[in-house]
């Protein structure tokens, strides 16, 4: 289990499910490892007290509360910004104590660089969901999200190199749909100029050829 690639999937999985929900991740991980299902990394022992997943849970009830509630959640999760990824490149940090220094190290800013990726994706989609005027959005979207973080962390622990395919993947249909956005802003942004859009140009060079 603890051994580079191993550690390395199981981390990449674990930070994306930090950057969705920090305690309901930190709270599987010490039910797992209680029930025995994962053995920890020495430096996460810690997880598996009963006070750690006592507190997480209790944190846990607290975020799916707050979550649920429009604007309440961006508040929420502006300030989570600040928690999430650098809980993750801790947990990183102290799981890969066996690691190399080097290897330490680009472990612990991946890990930050996967949650960063997951909670900005997390943030995005609150900012969408908090312009709709009823709340059963945003108690989907919560839902999914605790879901998709507790799901993960125990994928993680027992498949952690499918586990961490999925979240490359994942990682990817992010980026493309952020490029997407990206280019709707600057058309957008061309359009309000009074200059070209680019799928007016585009339309007419393929007119002329």
Known sequence: MLNPARLTALLVAISFAVGLNLYVTVAALGLLARFQVLELPAGLALLGHTWVIAVAIGLSVVEAVAD???????????????????????????????????????????????????????????????????????????????????????????????????????????????RKVVRGIRTGLARLRGGPSVAGESRRMGARS
């Open 68 to 178: 649920k509630i429009p604007y309440a959640d961006l508040v929420w999760n502006a300030l989570h910004t600040f928690v999430r990824v650098p809980a993750a490149a801790l947990l990183a940090y102290q799981a890969s104590n066996a690691l190399s220094p080097g290897e330490r190290a680009m472990v612990t800013v991946g890990a930050a660089v996967v949650a960063g990726v997951s909670h900005a994706a997390k943030s995005s989609a609150r900012v969408a969901v908090s312009a709709t005027p009823e709340p059963v959005s945003n108690v989907v979207l919560s839902t999914s999200e605790d879901v998709a973080a507790a799901g993960i962390t125990w994928l993680a622990t027992v498949h952690p190199f499918a586990a961490a395919g999925l979240v490359v993947a994942m990682m990817v249909v992010i980026g493309l749909l952020v």
